[in-house]
């Protein structure tokens, strides 16, 4: 009975491995039926891409090489202009002026959004304390509150009459700061964005913190090791890969910011920022404005550029990490 068995066994076995390795019938559609599965899960998400994100990039492009106004933005019959509106952008004499500040809104914030993130972490992570849980669900908040609240919250901290920022600094026998006012705004307007910042950073971070061997650390202190020297011999180097995607979308997220800007001052004197300035010309402040939909288009694009060029950066950072 069991030779049987056997003998059976093996007849099914050799007959599977012929029709395996004949160029026949069923494994073509075998792998047929698998393409087409594939397809059918990638299918929702390549709709949803290409509907929600494709789509409009290439209106957004589009219309930043026509001349749109309010009439043609109606009724269509916009004329095609190439690289003009880009010309009138770069020229314009504001230009370079909002890319500074773009530039030091996004420097500044993402270095204070990470490094007090990383502190924050490090300390959470350490620590383990009672209130650790409780602690680290508080500072979600800034995270969780609608950023209509958190802006207005911030308008009001940052009055120059009875806001209190300037009770406190009352206290302690200093004069009111004119915080919204064009020369102090992009300093309100970070101060209100790394008050957004700091929690996602925190969350990111103290996951990657996680993720590292505790064995690592007790190994470093038998050796002598000080809590400086683990954190940047230890910490540091793992944390490394956790690090880099954190601080790209924070500066993905924080170059495209308008929220915040617009409802504290409106894109106002130096909180004039790139995002806040295609917003402005697209949408406008009032009804006397004047709309540019193509340069406020292009704008956009610029942005679009300057994003990808740090998400190539990345990717090549990943890729040179593996490797």
């Avoid at 500074?100 to 972490?121: M, N, P, R």
Wanted: net charge positive; with cysteine; charged share 10%.
């Amino acid at each position: 009975m069991g030779a049987r068995s056997v003998r059976t066994g093996a007849s099914a076995v050799e007959e599977e491995m012929t029709q395996l390795a004949r160029p026949g019938l069923p494994v073509t559609r075998r792998r047929h039926s698998t393409t087409w599965a594939g397809i059918a899960f990638a299918a929702p998400l390549l709709a949803y891409l290409g509907l929600f994100y494709a789509y409009p990039l290439g209106e957004n492009i589009a219309m930043s090489l026509q001349r749109f106004d309010r009439g043609t933005f109606v009724h269509g019959g916009a004329p095609f202009v190439g690289f003009d509106i880009y010309r009138e952008v770069v020229g314009d004499a504001k230009f370079w002026r909002v890319v500074a500040q773009t530039g030091s809104f996004t420097l500044v914030s993402i270095i204070c959004q990470y490094s007090i993130g990383l502190a924050l972490a490090v300390f959470f992570h350490r620590g383990g304390f009672r209130l650790s849980t409780v602690l680290r669900g508080m500072f979600l908040v800034p995270w969780l509150l609608p950023v209509i609240v958190s802006g207005t919250v911030w308008q009001w901290m940052m009055n120059p009459d009875n806001g209190v920022l300037n009770s406190a600094l009352g206290v302690f026998g200093a004069g009111p700061v004119w915080w919204l006012n064009s020369h102090n705004a992009l300093m309100s307007v970070t101060i209100a964005n790394i008050w957004l910042g700091v929690p996602f950073n925190l969350v990111i971070l103290y996951s990657g913190l996680q993720n590292i061997p505790a064995d690592l650390y007790a190994a470093a202190s038998i050796d002598g090791a000080g809590a400086w020297q683990q954190f940047w011999r230890i910490t540091m180097p793992l944390l490394r890969p956790v690090s880099i995607i954190t601080v790209l979308l924070g500066l993905v997220y924080t170059l495209k910011v308008v929220d915040i800007i617009w409802i504290m001052t409106m894109g106002a004197g130096t909180s004039q920022t790139l995002a806040t300035w295609s917003y402005g010309m697209a949408f406008g402040k009032g009804a006397s404005t004047v709309i540019r939909y193509s340069q406020a288009s292009a704008v956009g694009t610029i942005l679009l550029v300057v994003a990808l060029v740090f998400g190539l950066v990345y990717l090549a950072l990943q890729r040179r990490g593996e490797d």
